[in-house]
């Protein structure tokens, strides 16, 4: 069995001491030269780990004075990764899909390079319906150190989401729903006017702590819901 990365060791090591309270939020982690020193390990090392802690939210780094414990947010967990082709599907209505640009490309920020792994990215837009009316505009992000065989994949003719669900299990997902108005290059995809509401659902898988998909697909705000169904009790055991 293969040694767990260092940087995820890092990662779990900060991680608990957050949520066991050791680190308050508004805390300031340890420098990144001092982890370096601690773990023995390079600069970059530390910052894969560090990128993790931020990308899920348990902290915030700010320029020239470190990086902190973020304080909590309130927000609702939707743990479905949702399929769109099957969500139509189910509804009785009849699907489409087209695929709109197609890059593989190197990573050009921090977080595609967290989620490229020192490989290369595969840049995905696409375009889902419903009806004959389009659904959502959704951009992907696809690792290709995590799913190399997703190069080889003609995505003209099956959603990326979909082939993920169906061939690359993922072991951890975040989900972040939020709002925005649609500008003129979104309403001219979606067929909405400028400055529509919009609900915009981003979301990051991973397998085994490494980064698989980052994906942000947005919706016409009255077109579709998101729906949660929670229970009051824990069932028997």
Wanted: charged share 30%; glycine share 8%; aromatic share 6%.
């Amino acid at each position: 069995m293969s040694a767990e990365p260092l940087h995820r060791r890092i990662y779990a090591d900060l991680e608990g001491r957050i949520l066991s309270g050791d680190l308050a939020p508004g805390d300031r982690i340890p420098f990144e030269h001092e982890l370096t020193t601690h773990y023995g390990c390079s600069r970059m090392t530390v910052s894969k780990a560090i990128s993790e802690l931020a990308g899920r939210g348990l902290v915030t780094r700010r320029r020239r004075a470190g990086t902190f414990v973020a304080q909590p947010k309130a927000h609702a967990a939707f743990l479905a990764i949702p399929d769109l082709r099957a969500e139509v599907k189910e509804r009785g209505q009849v699907y489409d899909y087209k695929l709109l640009e197609r890059v593989e490309r190197e990573a050009d920020s921090l977080a595609e390079i967290d989620l490229a792994s020192g490989g290369r990215l595969l840049a995905l837009t696409c375009l889902h319906s419903a009806d004959g009316s389009p659904l959502a505009l959704e951009h992907r992000l696809i690792a290709l150190v995590a799913t190399p065989q997703a190069a080889k994949v003609d995505f003209r003719t099956v959603p990326p989401g979909s082939w993920l669900l169906d061939y690359e299990p993922w072991t951890e997902a975040e989900n972040r729903i939020g709002a925005m108005e649609a500008d003129a290059a979104t309403a001219r995809q979606l067929k909405i006017k400028p400055g529509a509401a919009c609900l915009t659902v981003e979301r990051r898988t991973w397998r085994d702590g490494q980064g698989v998909t980052r994906v942000r697909q947005i919706f016409p705000g009255d077109r579709y819901d998101l729906v949660a169904h929670f229970s009051a009790k824990e069932p028997n055991r």
